[in-house]
């Protein structure tokens, strides 16, 4: 790159499609808006686009490398053309010339025939400018003693000294070989000509040429296809040529990394070495192979004449050499070097060699006596040495006679020219044009016999497919109608199984209904006992309450009699005290407050005792009435168990179409009885849920009036007890004598006396209510 690069912004490579995708060309956009393109194999700067002025911002290549699109950076777009870019690199070599000085006429004098000659090219100038060196190509008739210029050949080669090499070695450096032929052709290299060939896409004679050459390389194949498209496209004879892969198919081998090289190799060749092969088109080259008989017939005439005994023409001893340019009779090596030497000299130098190589195998063929034997032997390879052959030519070439020399016959080696590629027409026209013509039509009726023969095996498929259609739709049918009888067959069956199930589930449940009815009347009548022992147990337990109670009550008489007897002695002995010590009257009315207050104490706890009674009474009481509530439920609930048997009755009864409507009437009678039983029970439990509420209501205000008539029993008691002690103290301030003192006492005796009445009474009505709330249940229960 040149030193004022100093940063690359893009790279892109230019496609090319005769370097089989190697890319050599590479696009360098740098920093000062120019883009280069540089040959990466030779490091040589092809060309650039922009400039400093009008730099471009980015490209973009189009995919086969004919256009370049650039954005430039004032934001234009340009689109370059490839091949106008490439035009100058395009451009043939300047012709090699001589370069004299030209000196005054009148120093020229006939004796002087030195001159001052270099060998260079010639410069394009500018303008004339006043030296006198001026640039002149010498005439024929002015090389007096110099080289033949047709010996000369491009890259400074001679031709001359490559044959001298070619004879002293036997054939060209490996190395070089490929260089060398280049040379020896002169092929132009026209890229545009032959982009313009390519571009033509594949012809149609080789569509279809895997077919006839299956070769296993896909690229190979591709190059094979597109060269002999080419081929094809140049010259319309080519495209009917049978035997042009054959020919072509050494050479794309050879040059298949190169197409463009390949192509104008395979056309010198044939312009130059198949000379007169087309003129009896479509048969054989007549006057070749006349010629190749002709040159047997001087050298060997007791080969040739065993091939006449056999029936064995040149077509076969001379026209398969020709037509596979001895690529089945020779391996690579023997081939390139058979080549080396018919590319250095005269172009009757091929059908030379076909001689010699019948010459040299003189003593297999003498040999042979069939046909086939001599058809293999001219298609496969032999032990033959290609040296030998080659010497052997060279010999026949030197002592052919003049008047069969092959020389004679074909014109001397043409080069294709530059630029464009020369016109080839050495073939009967209108043969090829009718062959084309039938060809077309040929191919026009095979199109249409094959789009016939397409319509043709579519409607056959559609009739197969509608026939396979048809078959699988009446299997299908009769898999259906087999799998529907199978299918009957397993619903009466399961229809069979499930009424016998049914039959032995109605039994069953005939049987669980039985159980459960003597169940039921088991669990009522052990219910019943359950109760009647309950009401036993609860009535026993009211007469030993009612025992209990009634010796409480003797015995808290008994207490209360005792406790009056002690009050009495107690009176007793404190009247004594009294009488005793006057003193002491204080602590004898302490003790009798205190003795108050201790049988007060034992009343209320007999009265806390009482009232407790009271409510595990109405405990008992509620406990019964649940008792017959749930018995209710229970009822109720045996209403519903009989409910649901008659329907599921009803349900039995229902598959049979003739009653089915009197078993509607009738579920609905059950169920009009049974919503009328369900309301009376509903009535029953809401009558004994009122019943409830209203004993609890009068339990509720028995219990407030209790509370009020102990309230009042204690306000009473509270306010004789007050009085008693206010009377006590008033007698403890005034004394008295005896007398006072007894009648003080006879009044304490009538006044315990009526109070001992008081609790009598009291304890008799609670008797009474205790009693009453007794009898309360067993009315309930009954």
């Given at each position: 790159m040149p030193t004022k690069v100093r940063a690359i912004r893009q790279l892109e490579f230019l496609p090319d499609s005769f370097d089989a995708g190697s890319n050599q060309v590479l696009g360098v956009l740098s920093q000062d808006g120019i883009m280069r393109f540089i040959n990466i194999q030779t490091c040589k700067l092809l060309f650039e686009i922009g400039s400093l002025e009008e730099g471009i911002s980015s490209s973009v290549?189009?995919?086969?490398?004919?256009?370049?699109?650039?954005?430039?950076?004032?934001?234009?777009?340009?689109?370059?053309?490839?091949?106008?870019?490439?035009?100058?690199?395009?451009?043939?070599?300047?012709?090699?010339?001589?370069?004299?000085?030209?000196?005054?006429?009148?120093?020229?004098?006939?004796?002087?025939?030195?001159?001052?000659?270099?060998?260079?090219?010639?410069?394009?100038?500018?303008?004339p400018t006043e030296s006198k060196i001026q640039t002149r190509i010498l005439k024929q008739d002015l090389t007096g003693n110099f080289e033949n210029k047709e010996n000369e050949l491009s890259d400074g080669l001679n031709k001359k000294r490559l044959q001298i090499l070619l004879k002293g070695y036997g054939e060209y450096p490996t190395k070089y070989r490929m260089f060398i032929w280049r040379a020896l052709l002169q092929l132009p290299e026209n890229h545009t000509a032959f982009s313009s060939l390519v571009d033509k896409g594949v012809h149609v004679a080789f569509l279809n040429l895997q077919r006839k050459y299956p070769i296993k390389?896909?690229?190979?194949?591709?190059?094979?296809?597109?060269?002999?498209?080419?081929?094809?496209?140049?010259?319309?004879?080519?495209?009917?040529?049978?035997?042009?892969?054959?020919?072509?198919?050494?050479?794309?081998?050879?040059?298949?990394?190169?197409?463009?090289?390949?192509?104008e190799v395979v056309a010198t060749l044939i312009i130059n070495w198949c000379q007169h092969w087309f003129e009896y088109f479509p048969n054989p080259p007549i006057n070749i192979l006349g010629m190749v008989e002709n040159v047997l017939a001087f050298h060997d005439k007791a080969l040739l004449q065993h091939f006449m005994d056999r029936g064995i023409t040149s077509q076969l001893y001379a026209w398969p050499l020709l037509e596979t340019l001895f690529?089945?009779?020779?391996?690579?090596?023997?081939?390139?070097?058979?080549?080396?030497?018919v590319f250095s000299n005269h172009p009757s130098f091929l059908l030379m060699t076909v001689v010699a190589y019948n010459v040299c195998s003189r003593a297999p063929l003498l040999h042979c006596d069939r046909k086939d034997d001599f058809e293999y032997f001219f298609h496969h390879r032999n032990n033959l040495d290609i040296s030998v052959v080659i010497r052997e030519v060279y010999h026949l070439m030197d002592t052919t006679p003049a008047d069969i020399h092959p020389e004679k016959m074909l014109d001397a080696f043409v080069a294709l020219t530059k630029g464009q590629y020369p016109v080839f027409n050495q073939y009967p026209k209108f043969i090829v044009d009718y062959q084309t013509q039938e060809r077309e039509r040929i191919r026009n009726d095979e199109l249409d016999y094959l789009r016939e023969r397409q319509t043709v095996e579519n409607m056959q498929a559609e009739v197969d497919q509608q026939r396979v259609e048809d078959e699988a739709w009446y299997q299908k049918q009769e898999l259906l109608r087999k799998a529907e009888e199978t299918r009957r067959e397993m619903l009466l069956q399961e229809e069979e199984k499930m009424i016998q199930q049914r039959q032995r589930l109605a039994a069953v449940k005939r049987e669980l209904r039985v159980r459960e009815m003597h169940l039921q009347d088991a669990a009522r009548r052990r219910f019943l006992k359950l109760q009647q022992d309950q009401r036993e147990m609860e009535l026993r337990r009211l007469d030993d309450e009612i025992e209990r109670k009634i010796h409480m009550r003797d015995r808290e008489i008994a207490t209360t009699a005792k406790d009056l007897e002690m009050r009495h002695l107690e009176l007793e002995s404190q009247k004594r005290l009294y009488e005793k010590n006057l003193t002491r009257n204080q602590e004898t009315v302490a003790k009798e407050i205190r003795d108050d207050i201790d049988a007060y104490r034992r009343k209320v706890d007999l009265e806390e005792r009482s009232f407790l009674r009271l409510m595990e009474t109405d405990q008992t009481q509620n406990r019964n009435t649940q008792k017959l509530i749930e018995e209710n439920l229970a009822k109720a609930e045996q209403a519903c168990l009989n409910t649901d048997w008659r329907i599921q009755a009803l349900h039995k009864q229902r598959r049979d179409d003739l009653q089915r409507n009197g078993c509607y009437r009738e579920m609905a009678k059950l169920l009009q009885e049974n919503r009328r039983k369900e309301v009376e029970?509903?009535?029953?439990?809401?009558?004994?849920?009122?019943?409830?509420?209203?004993?609890?209501?009068?339990?509720?205000?028995?219990?407030?009036?209790?509370k009020k008539a102990s309230a009042l029993s204690d306000a009473s008691r509270k306010w004789f007890l007050e009085k008693e002690t206010q009377d006590a103290l008033g007698q403890a301030e005034q004394p008295r004598g005896k007398g006072s003192l007894n009648q003080r006492g006879k009044r304490g005796d009538s006044t315990e006396l009526d109070l001992l009445e008081r609790v009598r009474s009291l304890r008799q009505r609670l008797a009474a209510q205790a009693r009453s709330r007794c009898q309360a249940p067993r009315l309930l229960a009954t």
């Amino acid at each position: 790159m040149p030193t004022k690069v100093r940063a690359i912004r893009q790279l892109e490579f230019l496609p090319d499609s005769f370097d089989a995708g190697s890319n050599q060309v590479l696009g360098v956009l740098s920093q000062d808006g120019i883009m280069r393109f540089i040959n990466i194999q030779t490091c040589k700067l092809l060309f650039e686009i922009g400039s400093l002025e009008e730099g471009i911002s980015s490209s973009v290549i189009s995919p086969h490398g004919r256009y370049i699109a650039s954005v430039m950076e004032n934001g234009s777009l340009n689109i370059y053309s490839v091949q106008a870019l490439t035009q100058e690199i395009n451009k043939p070599p300047p012709p090699l010339v001589k370069v004299i000085e030209d000196v005054p006429k009148s120093k020229v004098t006939a004796g002087d025939l030195k001159m001052k000659v270099t060998s260079g090219r010639v410069q394009r100038p500018a303008r004339p400018t006043e030296s006198k060196i001026q640039t002149r190509i010498l005439k024929q008739d002015l090389t007096g003693n110099f080289e033949n210029k047709e010996n000369e050949l491009s890259d400074g080669l001679n031709k001359k000294r490559l044959q001298i090499l070619l004879k002293g070695y036997g054939e060209y450096p490996t190395k070089y070989r490929m260089f060398i032929w280049r040379a020896l052709l002169q092929l132009p290299e026209n890229h545009t000509a032959f982009s313009s060939l390519v571009d033509k896409g594949v012809h149609v004679a080789f569509l279809n040429l895997q077919r006839k050459y299956p070769i296993k390389s896909r690229k190979l194949l591709r190059v094979l296809q597109r060269t002999l498209s080419a081929l094809a496209h140049w010259s319309a004879i080519f495209g009917d040529t049978p035997y042009l892969p054959l020919l072509a198919f050494p050479f794309v081998k050879l040059f298949q990394n190169n197409q463009l090289i390949c192509f104008e190799v395979v056309a010198t060749l044939i312009i130059n070495w198949c000379q007169h092969w087309f003129e009896y088109f479509p048969n054989p080259p007549i006057n070749i192979l006349g010629m190749v008989e002709n040159v047997l017939a001087f050298h060997d005439k007791a080969l040739l004449q065993h091939f006449m005994d056999r029936g064995i023409t040149s077509q076969l001893y001379a026209w398969p050499l020709l037509e596979t340019l001895f690529s089945e009779v020779l391996t690579r090596e023997e081939w390139l070097k058979l080549f080396d030497n018919v590319f250095s000299n005269h172009p009757s130098f091929l059908l030379m060699t076909v001689v010699a190589y019948n010459v040299c195998s003189r003593a297999p063929l003498l040999h042979c006596d069939r046909k086939d034997d001599f058809e293999y032997f001219f298609h496969h390879r032999n032990n033959l040495d290609i040296s030998v052959v080659i010497r052997e030519v060279y010999h026949l070439m030197d002592t052919t006679p003049a008047d069969i020399h092959p020389e004679k016959m074909l014109d001397a080696f043409v080069a294709l020219t530059k630029g464009q590629y020369p016109v080839f027409n050495q073939y009967p026209k209108f043969i090829v044009d009718y062959q084309t013509q039938e060809r077309e039509r040929i191919r026009n009726d095979e199109l249409d016999y094959l789009r016939e023969r397409q319509t043709v095996e579519n409607m056959q498929a559609e009739v197969d497919q509608q026939r396979v259609e048809d078959e699988a739709w009446y299997q299908k049918q009769e898999l259906l109608r087999k799998a529907e009888e199978t299918r009957r067959e397993m619903l009466l069956q399961e229809e069979e199984k499930m009424i016998q199930q049914r039959q032995r589930l109605a039994a069953v449940k005939r049987e669980l209904r039985v159980r459960e009815m003597h169940l039921q009347d088991a669990a009522r009548r052990r219910f019943l006992k359950l109760q009647q022992d309950q009401r036993e147990m609860e009535l026993r337990r009211l007469d030993d309450e009612i025992e209990r109670k009634i010796h409480m009550r003797d015995r808290e008489i008994a207490t209360t009699a005792k406790d009056l007897e002690m009050r009495h002695l107690e009176l007793e002995s404190q009247k004594r005290l009294y009488e005793k010590n006057l003193t002491r009257n204080q602590e004898t009315v302490a003790k009798e407050i205190r003795d108050d207050i201790d049988a007060y104490r034992r009343k209320v706890d007999l009265e806390e005792r009482s009232f407790l009674r009271l409510m595990e009474t109405d405990q008992t009481q509620n406990r019964n009435t649940q008792k017959l509530i749930e018995e209710n439920l229970a009822k109720a609930e045996q209403a519903c168990l009989n409910t649901d048997w008659r329907i599921q009755a009803l349900h039995k009864q229902r598959r049979d179409d003739l009653q089915r409507n009197g078993c509607y009437r009738e579920m609905a009678k059950l169920l009009q009885e049974n919503r009328r039983k369900e309301v009376e029970v509903l009535n029953a439990m809401m009558g004994k849920e009122t019943e409830k509420w209203q004993e609890a209501e009068e339990k509720d205000f028995q219990l407030k009036s209790e509370k009020k008539a102990s309230a009042l029993s204690d306000a009473s008691r509270k306010w004789f007890l007050e009085k008693e002690t206010q009377d006590a103290l008033g007698q403890a301030e005034q004394p008295r004598g005896k007398g006072s003192l007894n009648q003080r006492g006879k009044r304490g005796d009538s006044t315990e006396l009526d109070l001992l009445e008081r609790v009598r009474s009291l304890r008799q009505r609670l008797a009474a209510q205790a009693r009453s709330r007794c009898q309360a249940p067993r009315l309930l229960a009954t």
